[in-house]
């Protein structure tokens, strides 16, 4: 790569100094001015001319070794002088330094390439430049003159605007950004102390003293031999940097000997030098597109910038220096470095796009991204070509390291952002970045306007059409039609030619249409997102008369045309219902809507479509007010909105939507939120899916704009970014928003927007997994977190039931922060440590829960749980739970088995009560293996021979079928169900002769007993009492009771009295239900009573009061 | 019918401040109740929209959420009878937690009414108001989604709810959200003083003083508690005030636990002892214990989580039945004993 002839361009540029500093700072700018087409021209035109010179030495070896040295010390000694001061001193040493090491090292280290090739193709130009400049320099200082008035009028290369910046506006600051570039390559080490900051801007006047000359000199001699001040800095330098290899070129060029040397040492020092490696790449990409202004690059140039830390992939040297490096940058923050958020001008971030990757020191990155986004900036979440600075923390992603590395993206830290705020000018100045941003911003503006004068029109249109006569309304609506479909095709291009000259007097009435409704989209092209969607759905409705002809045989393009209905899901507010219908009247179907207010039982839903379905719309052959009939409008397509809305009163409205769906000769469009809630899946293979995502935040903005613009409401994008992050991409919600600050504002600022998003930020009962997520790997409990203790607590009751158990299942999965700071064997002792306390306190929280389910029913004591079940354990173990699936509490499942397991058991003990006086866990644990081996383990063995005798065993102590499936499936160890292999036909035998026999019962039968049918069914109170007894002891209790005093006799009268016992048992099970049920309730607020429950205790009363009564 | 009700209580909002003494019997909550969104304190900024709206008309769907009294369902019917005035019979349906709302009224009733042609003045429409909002089943809220939106232009709806997250998100997202803050001391102060002149009440300013503080930004209960604290004792003062609201006093919870902190025993002795002989039951105090030291501010997250841990076991051993006081001089022991050298509990031979 290019890197190579960088790092020698480096080195020459350090010889030059200079230059490299400007090519540092010309990249950003480059970058940012990318996008500005001006830049470009320049760039090339003054590629043109400079190149010529400089391309042909690209090669940084050259410069360094012949020319460069000689040349340099002219050029850079004038630009220093000229322009900036500051950096002249580290410069050289860095210059120096990187001639030497440039040629060897730079091919390798990939930051060293950006810094030292040449720039790829595309950003080459930057680094051919500014090869070209030294050379230029070198050569001719006229020619380079005439050449830097050219960049700086046509702000063409950077280079161009670097020498133009350094000679003659000498304001700015030769950055030492090149210098240390260079270096880097050089040692190949990630890390150069790049001087971060240029002093300041302002020391204009940067004379080029003897330094570059002998800054040139030097490197031609030696790599560090420069002045004498210089060379001392240099070897601190190259101590901080990296020692070995890596010293941080600090490649400020300013050229001044002792003050500003002095000066610029320490700050260079200080501040590492990072942007240096990355920088250069951005720099040489910024030249070719334009040189920035010059005073922006100072800036861009002064920014201190973070040697990145190598990607793990790199050797292993690289990364060695690379930490070390990193370590020294942390270690010494630059002088810049304080919590203190700076102010700065207004958008002076403008164009410009971060990244924040890994931890911050001193931010939190949401802060870091609010911060960056009030100035303007754009904030990105992964890397790439375009991102004008990353800004690094410590951790950050391997990944996304790579991608800074081959990108050569510049890196700054916090201290780098606060440092841009500070002094970057309002609107980014006149940056290529800012210009660009312009230049776009204008764009919208004008676009802005464009739809705004349409909206108006339309308007208009409307109004005029109420007015006109019929025919002509008519006409006006074909029209309109037309237009439509254009607007559709080509984003509404034309309608100004069709509505000009319907254009009347608008009446001045007032419009009390929620703005919702005033400005829902009337085109295709106005709906903001999911424009893929939205053509599918177009498409699937055009072609759905010719489907109905091929009988949905034939799938089409894009498979669509096999489906009769649609089905359209995503969350709320992002024109989901809006889409459907706009795009049912484009291709003019006639709708018929029916929503969540209509009732939509299975029977209604049956009957009340089949109305619809079969008919043609009226308004195909009839017209009011004596307009034309519209042959089209006999297409019917029926909407079904809010399907996911079936609810109570609703049962069994879903399915028959579903049957509905698949044999419909009307096209069907079903919209709902959650399509994967399993009462939709009836429709999982009957409908096509069409989920809409939620827009970005470029597709909503423009629309927002437009209408903040058309009601007078004055809304910098900043603004309405925050606002539409802030609901989620709402766009429902952010025009109430934009509405609602209309009534008493005119204008709205960044804080104003930001606090609005948050106090309208939508409540959401948090579903489980999001609950343990944020409270496990959300930081809540990290140092820098502001998550109040109630708030934590608040967490568990967003989903009381079931938070704490996901806690439990998960808190085995994090990656505790407490424990972050040990290693090797402390840490995983530390890791029980904070594991036992979580599991101690969960168990402490398992006592509350008794209290609080069990018969004691404290609810007062849920705050106790929370604290104790949740809030507690997680802040011990919290941390990042990457790496790890959430899983669902698995106590669920193993509760109910263990339940189930346990009725089985109660139901043997109770038919054994007659032969065996033993409670229910002796039977499990004595009787149980026993008749194991008796009866299963012999049935495996013995074959069909040992039937009768099984029989026999089974009969003697009462038991039924049932209970030997029981006895087998509470095998264990080797009893293991999974293990018995009974023959199947010793298995059918046995099930043959067991059903030819008759059995003695002990008592009349209970629950899933096989029973001597009807007469039992007979008797409701009978049964009812069964039903309430499956759950568990109440079954036992009859039983039991059945047993003692029943007998044998199977007369219905005989066992009435029973039954009241039954009932007087199950009495007091039954009120500790209906207790738990009413707590349910309190609880959750909500009626979630369990029906089962609910039903069971009713019946269980009844059938008390039955009792009684027939007694 | 909630319409009538809702009328019947405006005419009595109307009447009694003016009347006075002839409606004495009525609770000043109601009587004091504001008629126009210029007598509702607090939430400035909030109420001041609701004056444009109540002026341009136009209402916006709105959700009004925040915690009790701090004047939610006031400010939506007074915004309704500013927008509405004489037309608010016909043109408003409350609906409370004590109507039924489930999905079949919201399937007619509510839609019938959004159905239903009231002449209004342009920039009016319907109002429905569902008070309580967060006690609708989510089922029901569905329903009224499209309704919402068809209707939009002759009827507007307005919720009040504690809990905006029981608002199901598609509600949410056609909605104003108003979130109402509690209400300044100085806020209540303010109308307090106001309502003890109406009432000719005695008070001094301590007495003033404990009902702010007891009501904790919850106006309804200031009020309240200064209605009975008349009736009970004739003056209000620090000490009466305490009497009628029966709640250990917070602050001196909260001393009680940073002496406890500060290990210090004797003192946090001294202060359970002054609560407990004011006769508060063990219950209050250590449920108010427990709501202090989740919100203190000058304990770690740690230390809270430690207190609270204590305090949660002692809870549950004085609902098993143990309400003594020796119990809760327990529990201050062990705070206490959280902080301290572990060595000064090994007995040395």
Request: proline share 5%; net charge positive.
């Given at each position: 790569m290019p890197s190579d002839i960088r790092s020698f361009f480096g080195g020459g540029g350090q010889g030059t100094q200079k230059l490299p500093a400007r090519k540092e700072e010309a990249p950003p700018t480059k970058k940012r001015g990318r996008p500005a087409t001006r830049r470009v021209i320049h760039d090339d035109s003054e590629e043109d001319d400079a190149p010529t010179k400089p391309t042909p030495k690209k090669s940084a070896p050259k410069a360094k070794r012949e020319p460069t040295p000689e040349g340099q010390a002219t050029t850079t000694s004038d630009y220093f002088g000229s322009?900036?001061?500051?950096?002249s001193e580290p410069v050289k040493r860095k210059n120096a330094t990187t001639e030497v090491t440039t040629p060897k090292a730079s091919p390798k280290s990939s930051p060293a390439k950006s810094r030292t090739?040449?720039?790829?193709p595309a950003t080459n130009g930057r680094t051919s430049t500014r090869a070209k400049k030294p050379m230029t320099y070198n050569e001719d200082e006229d020619n380079i003159d005439a050449y830097l008035n050219d960049d700086d009028d046509g702000a063409d290369d950077i280079f161009a605007a670097d020498f133009k910046n350094r000679?003659?506006?000498?304001?700015?600051?030769?950055?030492s950004l090149d210098v240390t570039h260079v270096k880097l390559p050089h040692?190949?080490?990630?890390?150069?102390?790049?001087?971060?900051?240029?002093?300041?801007?302002?020391?204009?006047?940067?004379?080029?003293?003897g330094h570059d000359i002998n800054m040139k000199d030097t490197d031609a001699d030696s790599?560090?031999?420069?002045s004498d001040d210089h060379k001392e800095a240099v070897k601190s330098k190259s101590k901080d940097g990296?020692?070995?290899?890596?010293?941080?070129?600090?490649?400020?060029?300013?050229?001044?000997?002792s003050e500003e040397d002095e000066e610029a040492e320490p700050s260079k020092k200080t501040r590492k030098?990072?942007?240096?490696k990355k920088s250069p790449v951005k720099k040489k990409a910024k030249k070719e597109d334009v040189p920035e202004n010059p005073k922006v690059q100072e800036i861009f140039d002064s920014i201190p910038t973070i040697r990145p830390p190598?990607?793990?992939?790199?050797?292993g040297e690289a990364k060695k220096f690379n930490f070390r490096a990193q370590h020294a940058n942390s270690g010494a923050p630059?002088?810049?470095?304080?919590?203190?958020?700076p102010t700065g001008q207004p958008?002076?971030?403008?164009g410009l796009t971060f990244v924040f990757t890994g931890l911050l020191q001193t931010l939190q990155r949401e802060e870091g991204q609010a911060l960056v986004k009030r100035y303007g900036g754009k904030v990105t979440t992964a890397p790439s070509k375009?991102?004008?600075y990353v800004v690094l923390g410590s951790d950050a992603g391997p990944k996304k390291l790579q991608t800074i590395r081959t990108n050569g993206i510049k890196t700054i830290d916090e201290d780098g952002l606060f440092e841009l705020i500070r002094r970057l000018?309002?609107?980014?100045?006149?940056?290529k970045a800012a210009a660009a941003y312009e230049e776009k911003q204008k764009a919208e503006e004008e676009k802005i306007k464009k739809m705004a004068a349409e909206m108006e029109r339309e308007e208009r249109q409307e109004k005029q059409k109420a007015e006109e006569a019929k025919m002509n309304q008519l006409a006006t609506r074909m029209q309109k039609g037309d237009q439509r479909k254009d607007g559709a095709g080509r984003a509404g291009g034309g309608k100004a030619s069709s509505s000009g000259n319907l254009e009347?007097?608008?009446?001045?009435?007032?419009?009390?249409?929620?703005w919702t409704v005033k400005y829902a989209?009337?085109?295709?092209?106005?709906?903001?997102?999911n424009k893929t969607q939205v053509d599918k759905l177009q498409k699937w409705l055009k072609n759905f008369p010719r489907a109905v002809r091929t009988n949905f045989k034939l799938a089409g393009a894009d498979g669509s045309?096999?489906?009769r209905a649609v089905i359209i899901h995503g969350p709320?507010?992002?024109g989901k219902t809006t889409a459907a219908h706009l795009v049912a009247k484009l291709e003019g179907y006639d709708i018929v809507e029916s929503n969540?207010?209509?009732?939509?039982?299975k029977k209604l839903v049956e009957e009340g479509l089949r109305g619809v379905l079969s008919t043609t719309s009226l308004l195909g052959y009839f017209s009011g007010d004596g307009k034309q009939v519209?042959?089209?409008?006999k297409k019917m397509v029926l909407i079904m909105d809010?399907?996911?809305?079936?609810s109570a009163g609703d049962r069994g409205g879903v399915g028959a939507l579903a049957a509905v769906c698949k044999k419909t000769q009307v096209p069907m469009i079903l919209i709902c939120n959650?399509?994967?809630?399993?009462?939709?899946?009836?429709?999982d293979h009957c409908t096509y899916d069409l989920p809409f995502r939620r827009p970005t935040v470029d597709h909503i903005r423009s629309r927002i704009m437009t209408i903040a613009f058309r009601e007078g409401l004055k809304v910098p994008p900043n603004v309405i970014n925050a606002l539409i992050e802030g609901s989620n991409a709402d766009i429902r919600q952010v025009v109430n928003m934009v509405s609602t600050a209309k009534l008493d504002q005119e204008a709205m600022d960044f804080d104003g927007g930001k606090s609005m998003s948050k106090a309208w930020e939508k409540h959401v009962i948090l579903k489980p997994w999001d609950i343990v997520g944020k409270i496990?790997?959300?930081?809540?409990?990290?140092?820098?977190?502001?998550?109040t203790l109630n708030e934590k607590i608040e967490l568990y009751f967003n989903d009381h039931e079931l938070s704490y158990l996901m806690l439990q299942e998960n808190y085995l999965g994090t990656n505790p922060i407490v424990a972050s700071t040990y290693t090797g064997k402390e840490r995983n002792l530390k890791m029980l440590e904070l594991v036992d306390n979580a599991a101690s306190s969960i168990s402490d929280g398992d006592l509350v829960d008794r209290m609080i389910h069990?018969?004691?029913?404290?609810?007062?004591?849920m705050p106790t749980h929370a604290a104790f079940s949740f809030v507690r354990p997680a802040s011990f173990v919290s941390g990042s739970m990457a790496g790890y699936k959430t899983g669902f509490p698995s106590w669920l499942g193993k509760n109910s088995s263990a339940q189930k397991m346990q009725r089985m058991v109660k139901e043997i003990q109770g038919h054994m009560r007659l032969r065996s006086s033993a409670d229910r866990h002796e039977i499990r644990q004595s009787y149980v293996p026993v008749l194991w081996s008796q009866m299963v383990k012999k049935l495996e063995t013995d074959g069909k021979e040992a039937v009768p005798a099984v029989i026999d065993l089974m009969d003697s102590y009462f038991l039924t079928k049932d209970d030997f499936d029981a006895i087998q499936e509470l095998g264990?160890?080797?009893?293991d169900q999974e293990k018995v292999n009974i023959e199947s036909q010793a298995k059918a035998t046995f099930t043959r002769l067991y059903n030819q026999q008759s059995h003695p019962l002990p008592?009349?039968?209970?629950?899933?007993?096989l029973q001597p049918k009807a007469k039992q069914k007979e008797q409701p109170d009978l049964e009812e009492a069964i039903e309430e007894s499956d759950d568990d002891q109440v079954i036992n209790e009859v039983k039991e009771e059945d047993e003692e005093e029943v007998?044998?006799?199977?007369d219905k009268y005989v066992k009435q009295p029973k039954k009241k016992k039954a009932a007087a048992k199950p009495k007091p099970a039954a009120k500790k239900r209906t207790k738990k049920d009413d707590s349910d309730e309190e609880l959750s607020d909500?009626?979630?009573?369990k029906p089962k429950k609910g039903k069971a205790v009713a019946r269980g009363n009844n059938s008390k009061g039955r009792g009684r009564g027939r007694k | 019918m909630a319409q009538g009700e809702s009328s019947k209580t405006v005419h009595g909002i109307k009447a009694n401040p003016n009347a006075?003494?002839?409606?004495?019997?009525?609770?000043w909550v109601e009587k004091y109740?504001?008629?126009?969104?210029?007598?509702?304190?607090?939430?400035t900024e909030t109420i001041e929209r609701l004056k444009i709206i109540a002026k341009d008309g136009n209402m916006p769907h709105v959700i009004i959420s925040g915690m009790?009294?701090?004047g939610k369902t006031t400010s939506i019917l007074c915004l309704a009878r500013q927008l509405l005035g004489d037309a608010y019979k016909e043109a408003v349906l409350e609906l409370n937690a004590?109507?039924?709302?489930?999905i079949d009224v919201v399937r007619n009733r509510i839609k019938g009414f959004a159905q239903k042609k009231v002449t209004l003045p342009a920039g009016r429409q319907k109002i429905v108001i569902l008070d309580e909002?967060?006690?609708?089943t989510s089922g029901a809220q569905q329903a009224l989604r499209r309704t919402m939106e068809i209707y939009s232009s002759t009827t507007r709806f307005a919720f009040a709810c504690?809990?905006?997250?029981?608002?199901i998100e598609p509600l949410q997202s056609r909605c104003a959200i108003l979130r109402y803050a509690r209400l300044t001391d100085a806020q209540v102060v303010r109308r307090i003083n106001q309502i003890c002149t109406a009432e000719k009440v005695e008070f001094s300013d301590d007495g003033i003083a404990a009902l702010v503080f007891s009501a904790e930004g919850d106006m309804r209960q200031a009020i309240n508690n200064l209605q009975s604290t008349f009736a009970g004792f004739g003056f209000v003062n620090g000490d009466n005030v305490f009497k009628v609201v029966d709640s250990p006093h917070p602050i001196k919870v909260q001393a009680m636990i940073k002496c406890c902190h500060e290990t210090k025993i004797d003192e946090a002795m001294d202060i359970l002892k002054e609560l407990w002989d004011l006769g508060y039951s063990t219950h209050d105090i250590i449920s108010t214990m427990f709501r202090v030291t989740k919100t203190i501010?000058?304990?770690?997250e740690h230390a809270k989580l430690e207190f609270i841990k204590e305090i949660g076991f002692t809870h549950m051993r004085i609902l098993e039945g143990v309400q003594t006081f020796l119990q809760l001089s327990g529990c201050v022991a062990r705070l206490c004993k959280?902080?301290?050298?572990?060595?000064?509990f090994i007995i040395k031979k």
């Amino acid at each position: 790569m290019p890197s190579d002839i960088r790092s020698f361009f480096g080195g020459g540029g350090q010889g030059t100094q200079k230059l490299p500093a400007r090519k540092e700072e010309a990249p950003p700018t480059k970058k940012r001015g990318r996008p500005a087409t001006r830049r470009v021209i320049h760039d090339d035109s003054e590629e043109d001319d400079a190149p010529t010179k400089p391309t042909p030495k690209k090669s940084a070896p050259k410069a360094k070794r012949e020319p460069t040295p000689e040349g340099q010390a002219t050029t850079t000694s004038d630009y220093f002088g000229s322009k900036k001061p500051k950096r002249s001193e580290p410069v050289k040493r860095k210059n120096a330094t990187t001639e030497v090491t440039t040629p060897k090292a730079s091919p390798k280290s990939s930051p060293a390439k950006s810094r030292t090739k040449p720039s790829p193709p595309a950003t080459n130009g930057r680094t051919s430049t500014r090869a070209k400049k030294p050379m230029t320099y070198n050569e001719d200082e006229d020619n380079i003159d005439a050449y830097l008035n050219d960049d700086d009028d046509g702000a063409d290369d950077i280079f161009a605007a670097d020498f133009k910046n350094r000679r003659i506006d000498t304001d700015n600051y030769v950055e030492s950004l090149d210098v240390t570039h260079v270096k880097l390559p050089h040692h190949q080490t990630p890390k150069r102390k790049g001087t971060k900051k240029a002093k300041d801007d302002h020391e204009e006047n940067y004379e080029p003293d003897g330094h570059d000359i002998n800054m040139k000199d030097t490197d031609a001699d030696s790599d560090f031999t420069v002045s004498d001040d210089h060379k001392e800095a240099v070897k601190s330098k190259s101590k901080d940097g990296g020692k070995s290899t890596k010293t941080s070129s600090r490649k400020r060029k300013s050229v001044e000997l002792s003050e500003e040397d002095e000066e610029a040492e320490p700050s260079k020092k200080t501040r590492k030098a990072a942007p240096a490696k990355k920088s250069p790449v951005k720099k040489k990409a910024k030249k070719e597109d334009v040189p920035e202004n010059p005073k922006v690059q100072e800036i861009f140039d002064s920014i201190p910038t973070i040697r990145p830390p190598t990607p793990p992939p790199a050797s292993g040297e690289a990364k060695k220096f690379n930490f070390r490096a990193q370590h020294a940058n942390s270690g010494a923050p630059p002088s810049a470095g304080s919590a203190d958020i700076p102010t700065g001008q207004p958008n002076c971030l403008a164009g410009l796009t971060f990244v924040f990757t890994g931890l911050l020191q001193t931010l939190q990155r949401e802060e870091g991204q609010a911060l960056v986004k009030r100035y303007g900036g754009k904030v990105t979440t992964a890397p790439s070509k375009k991102t004008s600075y990353v800004v690094l923390g410590s951790d950050a992603g391997p990944k996304k390291l790579q991608t800074i590395r081959t990108n050569g993206i510049k890196t700054i830290d916090e201290d780098g952002l606060f440092e841009l705020i500070r002094r970057l000018p309002a609107n980014g100045g006149d940056s290529k970045a800012a210009a660009a941003y312009e230049e776009k911003q204008k764009a919208e503006e004008e676009k802005i306007k464009k739809m705004a004068a349409e909206m108006e029109r339309e308007e208009r249109q409307e109004k005029q059409k109420a007015e006109e006569a019929k025919m002509n309304q008519l006409a006006t609506r074909m029209q309109k039609g037309d237009q439509r479909k254009d607007g559709a095709g080509r984003a509404g291009g034309g309608k100004a030619s069709s509505s000009g000259n319907l254009e009347k007097a608008v009446e001045a009435r007032p419009d009390n249409r929620l703005w919702t409704v005033k400005y829902a989209p009337t085109q295709l092209s106005q709906i903001c997102g999911n424009k893929t969607q939205v053509d599918k759905l177009q498409k699937w409705l055009k072609n759905f008369p010719r489907a109905v002809r091929t009988n949905f045989k034939l799938a089409g393009a894009d498979g669509s045309g096999t489906y009769r209905a649609v089905i359209i899901h995503g969350p709320p507010g992002i024109g989901k219902t809006t889409a459907a219908h706009l795009v049912a009247k484009l291709e003019g179907y006639d709708i018929v809507e029916s929503n969540a207010s209509d009732t939509r039982s299975k029977k209604l839903v049956e009957e009340g479509l089949r109305g619809v379905l079969s008919t043609t719309s009226l308004l195909g052959y009839f017209s009011g007010d004596g307009k034309q009939v519209e042959a089209s409008k006999k297409k019917m397509v029926l909407i079904m909105d809010e399907v996911d809305g079936m609810s109570a009163g609703d049962r069994g409205g879903v399915g028959a939507l579903a049957a509905v769906c698949k044999k419909t000769q009307v096209p069907m469009i079903l919209i709902c939120n959650d399509r994967r809630l399993p009462k939709m899946k009836p429709f999982d293979h009957c409908t096509y899916d069409l989920p809409f995502r939620r827009p970005t935040v470029d597709h909503i903005r423009s629309r927002i704009m437009t209408i903040a613009f058309r009601e007078g409401l004055k809304v910098p994008p900043n603004v309405i970014n925050a606002l539409i992050e802030g609901s989620n991409a709402d766009i429902r919600q952010v025009v109430n928003m934009v509405s609602t600050a209309k009534l008493d504002q005119e204008a709205m600022d960044f804080d104003g927007g930001k606090s609005m998003s948050k106090a309208w930020e939508k409540h959401v009962i948090l579903k489980p997994w999001d609950i343990v997520g944020k409270i496990l790997g959300g930081g809540m409990f990290a140092a820098s977190s502001k998550a109040t203790l109630n708030e934590k607590i608040e967490l568990y009751f967003n989903d009381h039931e079931l938070s704490y158990l996901m806690l439990q299942e998960n808190y085995l999965g994090t990656n505790p922060i407490v424990a972050s700071t040990y290693t090797g064997k402390e840490r995983n002792l530390k890791m029980l440590e904070l594991v036992d306390n979580a599991a101690s306190s969960i168990s402490d929280g398992d006592l509350v829960d008794r209290m609080i389910h069990g018969s004691q029913q404290q609810w007062s004591l849920m705050p106790t749980h929370a604290a104790f079940s949740f809030v507690r354990p997680a802040s011990f173990v919290s941390g990042s739970m990457a790496g790890y699936k959430t899983g669902f509490p698995s106590w669920l499942g193993k509760n109910s088995s263990a339940q189930k397991m346990q009725r089985m058991v109660k139901e043997i003990q109770g038919h054994m009560r007659l032969r065996s006086s033993a409670d229910r866990h002796e039977i499990r644990q004595s009787y149980v293996p026993v008749l194991w081996s008796q009866m299963v383990k012999k049935l495996e063995t013995d074959g069909k021979e040992a039937v009768p005798a099984v029989i026999d065993l089974m009969d003697s102590y009462f038991l039924t079928k049932d209970d030997f499936d029981a006895i087998q499936e509470l095998g264990v160890g080797y009893m293991d169900q999974e293990k018995v292999n009974i023959e199947s036909q010793a298995k059918a035998t046995f099930t043959r002769l067991y059903n030819q026999q008759s059995h003695p019962l002990p008592f009349m039968k209970a629950g899933n007993v096989l029973q001597p049918k009807a007469k039992q069914k007979e008797q409701p109170d009978l049964e009812e009492a069964i039903e309430e007894s499956d759950d568990d002891q109440v079954i036992n209790e009859v039983k039991e009771e059945d047993e003692e005093e029943v007998d044998l006799s199977k007369d219905k009268y005989v066992k009435q009295p029973k039954k009241k016992k039954a009932a007087a048992k199950p009495k007091p099970a039954a009120k500790k239900r209906t207790k738990k049920d009413d707590s349910d309730e309190e609880l959750s607020d909500e009626e979630e009573v369990k029906p089962k429950k609910g039903k069971a205790v009713a019946r269980g009363n009844n059938s008390k009061g039955r009792g009684r009564g027939r007694k | 019918m909630a319409q009538g009700e809702s009328s019947k209580t405006v005419h009595g909002i109307k009447a009694n401040p003016n009347a006075g003494g002839s409606n004495y019997e009525l609770p000043w909550v109601e009587k004091y109740r504001p008629v126009y969104l210029d007598d509702i304190v607090g939430n400035t900024e909030t109420i001041e929209r609701l004056k444009i709206i109540a002026k341009d008309g136009n209402m916006p769907h709105v959700i009004i959420s925040g915690m009790p009294g701090i004047g939610k369902t006031t400010s939506i019917l007074c915004l309704a009878r500013q927008l509405l005035g004489d037309a608010y019979k016909e043109a408003v349906l409350e609906l409370n937690a004590s109507d039924e709302r489930g999905i079949d009224v919201v399937r007619n009733r509510i839609k019938g009414f959004a159905q239903k042609k009231v002449t209004l003045p342009a920039g009016r429409q319907k109002i429905v108001i569902l008070d309580e909002a967060d006690s609708m089943t989510s089922g029901a809220q569905q329903a009224l989604r499209r309704t919402m939106e068809i209707y939009s232009s002759t009827t507007r709806f307005a919720f009040a709810c504690n809990q905006s997250n029981k608002i199901i998100e598609p509600l949410q997202s056609r909605c104003a959200i108003l979130r109402y803050a509690r209400l300044t001391d100085a806020q209540v102060v303010r109308r307090i003083n106001q309502i003890c002149t109406a009432e000719k009440v005695e008070f001094s300013d301590d007495g003033i003083a404990a009902l702010v503080f007891s009501a904790e930004g919850d106006m309804r209960q200031a009020i309240n508690n200064l209605q009975s604290t008349f009736a009970g004792f004739g003056f209000v003062n620090g000490d009466n005030v305490f009497k009628v609201v029966d709640s250990p006093h917070p602050i001196k919870v909260q001393a009680m636990i940073k002496c406890c902190h500060e290990t210090k025993i004797d003192e946090a002795m001294d202060i359970l002892k002054e609560l407990w002989d004011l006769g508060y039951s063990t219950h209050d105090i250590i449920s108010t214990m427990f709501r202090v030291t989740k919100t203190i501010p000058s304990l770690s997250e740690h230390a809270k989580l430690e207190f609270i841990k204590e305090i949660g076991f002692t809870h549950m051993r004085i609902l098993e039945g143990v309400q003594t006081f020796l119990q809760l001089s327990g529990c201050v022991a062990r705070l206490c004993k959280i902080n301290m050298k572990p060595s000064l509990f090994i007995i040395k031979k």
